[in-house]
């Protein structure tokens, strides 16, 4: 618990993230949705556990000290400047969803019902590798170097991130490939809102993430 409950906020947030989302949605109410779903689902959760392994393999380099008298200052150092460019990054997307005079959308988006089995798994992949993403997973590998007590704890902590950041894909993913009759409706309704609003949603909670992340390396300090 020690290693898990520090990155559930830092996993919400990535799970909230708009990108991943619409591209889901897009694929969803696509004609060949019954062959480009699933690879994205699997592409989208690979990604996400090994890009947050790599983050967390990388931040063995940082040292530490298993000495609870004595702060963490190497961690929190970098804790508290990843939580300021998480900020950075929420101010700048929230500045360009508040300049744009239509509803948001990426033309590749507008791309992704053409794709096909292997074209959707890449995509998941790719999309891991957004700035939003890696900030995301190098403040978790931090935590996770940092709280974890064994390999066991550190790779039960990723899992357990990975399946909250993938539960807001996974969820519509499956529900739909199980009843698209009545999933189909519901999608285009948060295809609609998600249009307008989500860029400015996932700016605000990312920024709060990143002060909690500030707030966290301040606190090992």
Not at 86 to 109: D, F
Request: hydrophobic share 55%.
């Amino acid at each position: 618990m020690q290693a898990i409950v520090p990155i559930l906020p830092i996993a919400l947030a990535d799970a909230l993230s708009s990108v991943p989302i619409m591209a889901s949605i897009f694929i969803l109410l696509a004609p060949n949705r019954s062959r480009a779903a699933l690879p994205f689902l699997v592409g989208w959760v690979v990604g996400i556990f090994v890009v947050v392994l790599l983050c967390t393999l990388l931040a063995q380099v940082v040292p530490t000290t298993r000495s609870p008298r004595r702060p963490d200052t190497v961690v929190a150092a970098l804790e508290i400047l990843l939580g300021v460019a998480i900020i950075g990054v929420a101010a700048w997307s929230w500045l360009r969803s508040r300049h744009q005079s239509r509803p948001t959308g990426a033309n590749w988006l507008k791309k992704v019902d053409m794709l096909g089995p292997w074209s959707s798994l890449g995509l998941g992949l790719l999309l891991n590798l957004r700035p939003k993403g890696l900030l995301l997973a190098g403040a978790a590998g931090l935590s996770i170097r940092a709280d974890a007590e064994s390999t066991t704890s550190a790779l039960l902590a990723v899992t357990i991130y990975t399946l909250i950041a993938a539960s807001t894909v996974a969820a519509p993913v499956i529900a739909t490939l199980a009843a698209p009759a009545r999933m189909t409706p519901r999608l285009v309704r948060i295809k609609e809102w998600m249009s307008r609003h989500g860029e400015a949603v996932t700016s605000v909670i990312l920024a709060l993430i990143g002060a909690v992340i500030v707030v966290m390396g301040i606190a090992r300090w």
